[in-house]
């Protein structure tokens, strides 16, 4: 893969209310980013910008087979890590407060193809020792030159 690449992050997260009347919350990113393969990790690094704030938020995903491990530093920070059957806690701090979160990984699997990596995260996340929500992470990664953007998405 090359060092420039586009990358989705999308996410559903179904509530754990019990009211049964819950629909899941879609939440997609798509920015550009680097790429690079440092022993047997996979490094994607890519920036963001919040609503309503001007500073940007720079991100870290580090991929491997069993984990990933997202770094955020700027507008928000936080360093989660997602193992599979193994519950993390972390300090997420916002621009409106911190709390502290729980990331406990159901499944975690990788695939690389050619000019692409795709990954498929399973996970209960608590937010201050409290079950918020199941929840799902698809990431896709494709060469910035790649023609039709996500036309291998899985």
């Known amino acids: ?40 990790k996979h490094y994607i690094f890519y920036e963001e910008v919040m609503d309503g704030f001007d500073s940007v938020t720079k991100n870290v995903l580090k991929l491997q087979e069993g984990s990933l491990e997202i770094t955020k530093k700027g507008t928000s920070n936080v360093h989660m890590v997602f193992e599979k059957d193994k519950k993390n806690m972390t300090c997420y701090s916002t621009p409106f407060g911190s709390m502290m979160m729980g990331i406990d990984a159901k499944s975690i ?37 790649q023609p039709g953007f996500f036309a291998d998405e899985k």
């Open 1 to 40: 893969m090359t060092k420039e690449v586009l990358l989705k992050i999308s996410g559903l997260q179904f509530m754990a209310d019990n009211s049964g009347g819950g629909e899941p919350e879609p939440v997609e990113i798509i920015a550009p980013g680097e790429y690079y393969y440092k022993n047997g």
């Open 109 to 145: 699997s990788v695939e690389e193809s050619g000019e692409t990596l795709s990954a498929d995260i399973r996970y209960a996340l608590d937010i201050n020792y409290e079950h918020l929500a199941d929840c799902t992470i698809k990431l896709f990664v494709q060469s910035k030159d």
